[in-house]
Antibody, heavy 124, light 107 residues
Framework: EAQLVESGGGLVQPGRSLRLSCAAS????????MHWVRQAPGKGLEWVSG????????EYADAVKGRFTISRDNTKNSLYLQMNSLRPEDAALYYC?????????????????WGQGTLVAVSS | AVQLTQSPSSLSASVGDRVTITCRAS??????LGWYQQKPGKAPKLLVY???TLQSGVPSRFSGSGSVTDFSLTISSLQPEDFATYYC?????????FGGGTKVEIK
């Protein structure tokens, strides 16, 4: 059974940086695209970023473009999200999610497994 | 960006009721739509993808239908464990977008 475990969240001041990690197990990590999805407290789901199996295709939400960088290390079965210039509106629970297929541009882009999330708070 | 409008935003229903949630896209998205269930304090769970394909392990009382701009998720006989918030997700184009959610509460 696929398992995803996020880490790296915490309280950070506006303008500072944070790096989230997602450790994957129970499936062949480099066979699948991966995504980050966030959820502000009491709010709905917001897609943040996605990366295909070999890092050849990457997409970002407009709200984070230029500030966040998604990456993966297939040798370590890990997904990352480097978050710079953090803003109060970035505060949320950040989920790592596995896609149904290897590609983020075509095919089954839906997310079939999710971690439990890591909480990011942005405040001075 | 494709906007997804879910309705209703909340509903009250009884165990055994038939419940339908709708999701309307601001432009045509073929059948590139999925449905998720989220319970408080838990990660979302994939129920349906590609508009009508039931994810493995999901009870058959859940079904999805629709295409282009109008989609629906139906629970044929609501069970106690189905009280949750439901979201639609479009994967037709980036940025991927979710609907605002529908909270299903006990009547």
């Amino acid at each position: 059974e696929a398992q995803l475990v996020e880490s790296g969240g915490g309280l950070v001041q506006p303008g500072r940086s944070l790096r989230l990690s997602c450790a994957a197990s129970g499936f062949t990590f480099d066979d699948y695209a991966m995504h980050w999805v966030r959820q502000a407290p009491g709010k709905g789901l917001e897609w943040v970023s996605g990366i295909n199996w070999n890092s050849g295709s990457i997409e970002y939400a407009d709200a984070v473009k230029g500030r966040f960088t998604i990456s993966r290390d297939n040798t370590k079965n890990s997904l990352y999200l480097q978050m710079n210039s953090l803003r109060p509106e970035d505060a949320a629970l950040y989920y790592c999610a596995k896609a149904l297929s290897y590609n983020i541009l075509t095919g089954l882009i839906f997310f079939d497994h999710w971690g439990q999330g890591t909480l990011v708070a942005v405040s001075s | 960006a494709v906007q997804l409008t879910q309705s209703p935003s909340s509903l009250s229903a009884s165990v055994g009721d038939r419940v339908t949630i709708t999701c309307r896209a601001s432009q045509g998205i073929r059948s590139d739509l999925g449905w998720y269930q989220q319970k408080p304090g838990k990660a979302p769970k994939l129920l349906v993808y590609a508009a009508s394909t039931l994810q493995s392990g999901v009870p058959s009382r859940f079904s999805g239908s629709g295409s282009v701009t109008d989609f629906s998720l139906t629970i044929s006989s609501l069970q106690p464990e189905d009280f949750a918030t439901y979201y639609c997700l479009q994967t037709y184009s980036y940025p991927l977008t979710f609907g605002g959610g529908t909270k299903v509460e006990i009547k």
